[in-house]
């Protein structure tokens, strides 16, 4: 069966890091998407991929980059991670005009 | 730029109630309306809304929209505690994207 995987599951790491989650999605879905949850903000779009090559920033995209190099992964890199980038994040995969499907998430902590 | 807001952002109510969720929202180009059910983990998919005026069922669960006004509703019917989660409402204006209000956490006691 098709599906997406993220990992790690759980990071805690420290203020200033480089980290990197990574998302692997076998539906062979063109879009690929990072969201990340807060309490009260629901999902709110980082960074996203419509293709090979392609990505485009979201509305919370400062401190988060991606690059998309083949159609099954989308890793996202915290360049110096902050605590505000406390979260949990989900990937998520889709064609252009039906659902998008989502990743178990990346529940990271940084202190 | 597309608004989504969802009322109430949480909800309290027993076995058996009936509830009734919405999302409003702002669009320049509508395409496409969806709920999501996320519990421990993962949102997973409900319903797309497309049209206004045609109900979308599926056993306790409908949801409908109304493009002139601007909304959508979920309603549960016949509650149950397995029905706690958070329901997300999402907006796709353009090519896959989707905008997502803040969530509703509803919580059914028995």
């Known amino acids: 069966d098709a599906e997406i995987t993220q990992s790690p599951r759980h990071k805690i790491t420290e203020t200033g890091r480089q980290v990197t989650l990574a998302c692997h999605q076998t539906?062979?879905?063109?879009?690929m998407f990072w969201y990340r949850q807060d309490l009260g903000h629901g999902l709110r779009l980082i960074h996203y991929?419509?293709?090979?090559?392609?990505?485009n920033k979201g509305e919370v995209s400062d401190g988060y980059s991606v690059s998309r190099s083949n159609t099954e992964d989308l890793p996202l890199t915290l360049e110096s991670a902050a605590s505000s980038q406390t979260s949990v994040y989900f990937c998520a995969s889709g064609d252009r005009a039906g659902e998008l499907f989502f990743g178990e998430g990346s529940r990271l902590t940084v202190l | 730029e597309d608004k989504v807001v969802q009322s109430p952002l949480s909800l309290v109510v027993h076995e058996g109630d009936t509830v009734t969720l919405n999302c409003s929202y702002e669009v320049t180009n509508f395409r496409s309306l969806l709920w999501y059910k996320q519990e421990k983990k993962a949102p997973t998919f409900l319903f797309m809304l497309?049209?206004?005026?045609i109900e979308k069922k599926s056993g306790r669960l409908s949801s409908i929209l109304d493009k002139k006004e601007l909304f959508s509703i979920l309603n549960i019917t016949a509650t149950q505690t397995g029905d706690s989660a958070i329901y997300l409402c999402a907006l796709r204006e353009s090519y896959g994207k989707l905008t997502f209000g803040q969530g509703t956490i509803l919580t059914v006691h028995p």
């Open positions: 991929s419509y293709g090979v090559q392609d990505t």
């Open positions: 497309t049209s206004s005026g």
């Open positions: 539906w062979n879905h063109n879009n």
